[in-house]
């Protein structure tokens, strides 16, 4: 009787370190695709002119919620005389939202921003 439970036992924890590593391969690969969005978000800043910006609504980098604007400088924190790196707002954004399920959904909105951004920047610089 021993035995069998030391058998279940071993097998839970083999299950459960399973569950582990996949857990750190989807963190890996959530940190792989974050720093794609950096470097996508870098270049449609850099693209946008001196006076656009795009409104961030619905991302959170603190549990205060605030509004957030992209800029050619970077990520201005509304009201605020702050300008934060873009790099360093998506990382505060990314490790805000704690749980692999959650960054994912963060990812998720990150990327209909980029593609609203870059609908931006491509009609203004089509009716300039």
Do not use: C, W
């Not at 924890?13 to 969005?37: F, G, M, P, W, Y």
């Not at 270049?43 to 205060?64: C, D, F, H, V």
């Not at 050619?72 to 005389?81: D, F, I, P």
């Not at 959904?105 to 980029?114: A, Q, R, S, T």
């Amino acid at each position: 009787m021993q035995y069998i439970m030391v058998l279940d036992i071993d097998s839970i924890l083999q299950r459960i370190n399973e569950l582990d590593n996949t857990i750190n391969a989807l963190n890996q690969k959530i940190s792989e695709v974050t720093e794609i969005l950096k470097e996508q978000y870098l270049r449609a800043s850099l693209t946008m002119k001196e006076n656009q910006n795009y409104l961030l609504s619905g991302i959170q980098k603190s549990p205060n919620t605030k509004n957030y604007i992209v800029t050619t400088k970077g990520v201005e924190v509304v009201g605020e005389e702050e300008i934060i790196p873009i790099s360093a707002f998506l990382d505060n954004v990314i490790q805000f939202a704690n749980e692999p399920n959650r960054r994912i959904g963060v990812i998720k909105e990150l990327v209909k921003h980029l593609q609203k951004m870059s609908e931006m920047i491509t009609s203004n610089s089509f009716s300039s």
